[in-house]
């Protein structure tokens, strides 16, 4: 039985036909998938509304982590910062904040059996 010849088989828009010894082989023209179940044509590939929107969203979810570090690499880090030399300065003298002037006491070098009070 000639399948193809009687158009029992592929009868989607697209579709060829091909005579084999015991059946038939459907294909589909361009970049399309023959499914026999159903038997129609569908694209292999995504669509072009498809890839764009991927790009839209890749987009965005790379712009929104930029735009988080760039909020804690300035914004949020020069708060901390400032938040620990507020508490180190507390326990600690800075540099910057204090002159640096020595005690006459501190400055003389010790001589033999004389002490500092």
């Given at each position: 039985?000639d399948?193809?010849?009687?158009h029992?088989a592929?009868?989607?828009d697209?579709c060829?036909?091909?005579?084999t010894?015991?059946g ?5 023209t ?19 509304f498809g ?6 969203v ?14 804690y690499?300035y914004r ?6 400032s938040?620990i ?8 003298p800075l540099?910057?904040?204090h002159?640096?002037?020595v ?5 003389r ?5 004389s002490t500092?009070?």
């Open positions: 039985i399948e193809c010849k009687e029992l592929c009868q989607c697209g060829s036909c091909k005579n010894w015991g038939y082989d459907c294909k589909c361009g970049s399309k998938i023959y499914i026999a179940q159903h038997d129609t044509c569908i694209e292999r590939s995504g669509t072009k890839w764009f929107l991927a790009f839209v890749l987009a965005a979810i790379a712009g929104v982590g930029m735009g988080g570090y760039i909020f690499k949020l880090r020069s708060y901390m910062d938040e030399m507020a508490i180190m300065s507390q326990y600690m540099d910057n904040q002159s640096h002037e005690n006459q006491a501190e400055g070098p010790l001589r033999g059996g500092v009070v």
